[in-house]
């Protein structure tokens, strides 16, 4: 069955400690590989899309890259309101639908 | 732009009574939309794709007598939960697709005592 898997599964940072999220996958053909923010009882916020191994795509202190195997989240000096759940999806069906690992729960101290 | 609303944001139900959730594609239009499901510290389950004027497709597990989906207009799909029962209870979340990127409501915490 083809899977999302993201570590770790939650990780504790200091303001101003850079670190990476991993997001790996386990198809063929991939036509999209999505990362997107969740706060508690709130939907999902995007925040970006990868479809080629190489591509790389930043927003403030965010920045996504994209290989054949994995993604990776790079957070540069994160601060408290960096903290949230971290989503990594792959586009699943015909139809476009998305499927989900289980996320990374990212907690950023003063 | 590409911002999707969702009603109500929270509803507490009695077991055996349906509850129907609203969502919106506010500034352009969607064909397809998806629901999905989220239960506490799990991440999100597609139940279903709302394909505008044609019959939803479920996925595996979910039963669509229970899950009703009608997807009206291009901005507009609703999801009625039917005879609900705790363990329906749960966050519902849908999205609506634009230019390839797939874009999130705000979510409805379903309650069903």
């Known amino acids: 069955e083809d899977q999302v898997t993201q570590s770790p599964e939650a990780l504790r940072l200091q303001e101003g400690e850079s670190s990476s999220l991993n997001c790996s996958y386990t198809?063929?053909?991939?036509?999209?590989l999505f990362w997107y923010r969740q706060d508690p009882g709130k939907g999902p916020e995007f925040l970006f899309t990868?479809?080629?191994a190489g591509e790389e795509k930043e927003k403030e202190r965010l920045k996504a890259t994209l290989t054949k195997k994995e993604s990776f989240l790079h957070i540069t000096a994160p601060k408290p309101e960096d903290s949230a759940t971290y989503l990594c999806?792959?586009?699943?069906?015909?139809?476009?639908?998305?499927?989900f690992g289980k996320g990374t729960k990212l907690s950023v101290k003063p | 732009g590409a911002v999707v609303s969702q009603h109500p944001s929270w509803v507490i139900c009695k077991s055996g009574t349906s509850v129907k959730i609203e969502c919106r594609s506010l500034?352009?239009?969607?064909?397809?939309m998806f629901w999905y499901r989220q239960f506490p510290k799990q991440s999100l389950m597609l139940m279903a794709t709302?394909?505008?004027?044609?019959?939803?497709?479920?996925e595996q597990g979910v039963e669509k007598d229970k899950f009703l989906i009608n997807h009206a207009s291009l901005t507009l799909s609703t999801l009625t939960v039917t005879s609900a029962h705790p363990e329906d209870s749960s966050f519902y979340i849908c999205?609506?697709?634009?230019?390839?990127?797939?874009?999130f409501g705000p979510g409805t915490r379903l309650t069903v005592l």
């Open positions: 999205s609506a697709s634009l230019l390839g990127e797939q874009f």
């Open positions: 198809v063929s053909g991939l036509r999209g």
């Open positions: 990868l479809y080629s």
């Open positions: 999806a792959r586009r699943g069906g015909s139809q476009g639908n998305l499927i």
């Open positions: 500034d352009f239009q969607a064909t397809t």
């Open positions: 709302s394909n505008e004027g044609s019959k939803a497709t479920y």
